[in-house]
Nanobody, 126 residues
Framework: QVHLAESGGGLVQTGESLRLSCAAS????????MAWFRQAPGKERDFVAA????????NYADSVKGRFTISRDNARNTVYLQTNSLKPEDTAVYYC???????????????????WGQGTQVTVSA
């Protein structure tokens, strides 16, 4: 089992950047595929970015490609989401998710993940 805690959200202006962090407690962080999702008010939870167990593979939603970067530090049990060139439509609660796996795949569906953090709010003003 793993416990996830996000941090790094905030209020920024259009074009600015934020670095979100997700700290995982528990053992064997390197056996978990990780991802970021986001949910805006009144909308479904959407995929943002995913990374496999060893950081060798990543996947991004089309809406964030070229602007966001997901990475992980298995020695620190932490996954990051660097968000650049933020837009008002990026405003949402951002959630970290984990899935224990024996392979090196990435996963993009909400239902693929068993463990979730509480979320961190990102608000981008126009």
């Amino acid at each position: 089992q793993v416990h996830l805690a996000e941090s790094g959200g905030g209020l920024v202006q259009t074009g600015e950047s934020l670095r979100l962090s997700c700290a995982a407690s528990g053992r064997s962080f390197s056996t978990y595929a990780m991802a970021w999702f986001r949910q805006a008010p009144g909308k479904e939870r959407d995929f943002v970015a995913a990374i496999n167990r060893n950081g060798g593979y990543t996947n991004y939603a089309d809406s964030v490609k070229g602007r966001f970067t997901i990475s992980r530090d298995n020695a620190r049990n932490t996954v990051y989401l660097q968000t650049n060139s933020l837009k008002p439509e990026d405003t949402a609660v951002y959630y970290c998710a984990a899935r224990e796996t024996t392979n090196y795949n990435v996963y993009t569906l909400v239902n693929s993940y068993r463990y979730w953090g509480q979320g961190t709010q990102v608000t981008v003003s126009a």
